[in-house]
């Protein structure tokens, strides 16, 4: 491929993105991606620059919209955030701020903010937190579990509840969403933070290794019981 030809295709790509910019002679698609502004490239005047996330290309919205949580565009490369559009997702960002939080000491499934974690459960004891952190962060999301919003200790509980209610989809029968709760047996509980395309899922847990953590599961390989849709 000429020089031209190269020069020409990436002109066009150019205005499909950023179709304001490329009409007043604004910011490039590359100067747009550093994330820097007018003043500091000393090129484009303030009412020249267009961000990628006020771009009017409704093919790169679209193509942002399809991102996974915490993902980035493929197209760009460019860090994307999610606005909470159903009580999942915003119970997903609820979680993230939590990631790093551990029991203190190690082992003792206790600490200031496992405290607060409980306080999402009615009648909850001190003891294995996993379904008390789902809860909270159900509750933070403003989609407290259980009929009357008691929360659930018992993961067991939680997936009869989610079964009566008619939110669980069981693995055999069903594939996770961001925003999901995903169980395994009676044993443990956490909330999907994204599926890729080809089945990955990504997960924040309470009590994982004794702190609330980011997990990963390759495709047909989490061994989930099945999935609880918050809504």
């Not at 490329?22 to 550093?34: F, R």
């Not at 909270?136 to 009869?160: H, K, M, R, Y």
Request: with cysteine; charged share 15%.
């Amino acid at each position: 491929m000429s020089l031209d030809t190269t020069l020409a295709r990436i002109a066009a790509i150019e205005t499909a993105l950023y179709p304001k910019a490329a009409e007043t002679g604004g910011v490039s698609a590359s100067s747009a991606a550093t994330g820097t502004s007018p003043a500091e490239r000393g090129s484009a005047s303030p009412s020249a620059y267009v961000s990628p996330s006020s771009a009017s290309s409704q093919t790169f919205s679209q193509l942002l919209g399809q991102a996974t949580l915490g993902g980035s565009s493929s197209l760009l490369g460019l860090p994307t955030t999610t606005t909470a559009s159903s009580p999942g997702l915003a119970a997903v960002e609820v979680a993230r701020t939590q990631v790093g939080q551990a029991e203190m000491p190690p082992g003792s499934n206790e600490s200031p903010r496992i405290s607060e974690y409980r306080s999402a459960v009615q009648g909850a004891v001190v003891g294995p937190w996993c379904a008390d952190f789902a809860s909270w962060c159900a509750a933070q999301a403003g989609t407290p579990l259980g009929d009357n919003g008691e929360g659930f200790q018992s993961v067991s509980a939680l997936w009869s509840w989610a079964e009566s209610s008619g939110r669980a989809v069981p693995a055999t029968s069903g594939t996770p969403e961001a925003g999901d709760l995903i169980v395994w047996g009676g044993e443990h509980v956490g909330l999907v933070e994204s599926v890729d395309p080809d089945g990955t899922i990504h997960t924040i847990e309470g009590n994982s290794s004794d702190e609330v953590a980011q997990r990963t599961y390759p495709p047909g390989g989490s061994g989930a019981t099945g999935y609880v849709r918050l809504g």
